[in-house]
Nanobody, 124 residues
């Protein structure tokens, strides 16, 4: 069993930045990709960004491309999401997830373990 704990959420004004972090209870290497998803009220969970287990390959949703950056540090069992130029549409609960495979996927079912989520609210 893998436990993932997110932190770094909060309330920020539009145009501001936040950095989310996710700590895994087990070595985040283990050949597993990591990802971030988000879910806004009344909407389905959507992919935000993913990173391959070596960190060399990343995927980013078009809606956040150029504003959000995913990174990982396997020596610290962490994966991070740097969010810049935030807009009100980014308001959601953000979830960290560990993939079933080594290559990042945009599909939620390709992720086996999920954190509890951290709230991000962007005010206009």
């Amino acid at each position: 069993q893998v436990h993932l704990v997110e932190s770094g959420g909060g309330v920020v004004q539009a145009g501001g930045s936040l950095r989310l972090s996710c700590v895994s209870s087990k070595r985040t290497g283990s050949n597993n990709a990591m990802g971030w998803f988000r879910q806004a009220p009344g909407k389905e969970r959507e992919f935000v960004a993913g990173i391959d287990w070596r960190g060399g390959g990343t995927k980013t949703a078009d809606s956040v491309k150029g504003r959000f950056t995913i990174s990982r540090d396997n020596t610290k069992n962490t994966v991070s999401l740097q969010m810049n130029s935030l807009i009100p549409e980014d308001t959601a609960v953000y979830y960290c997830a560990q993939g079933r495979r080594s290559i990042a996927s945009e599909v939620a079912s390709e992720y086996a373990y999920w954190g509890q989520g951290t709230q991000v609210t962007v005010s206009s």
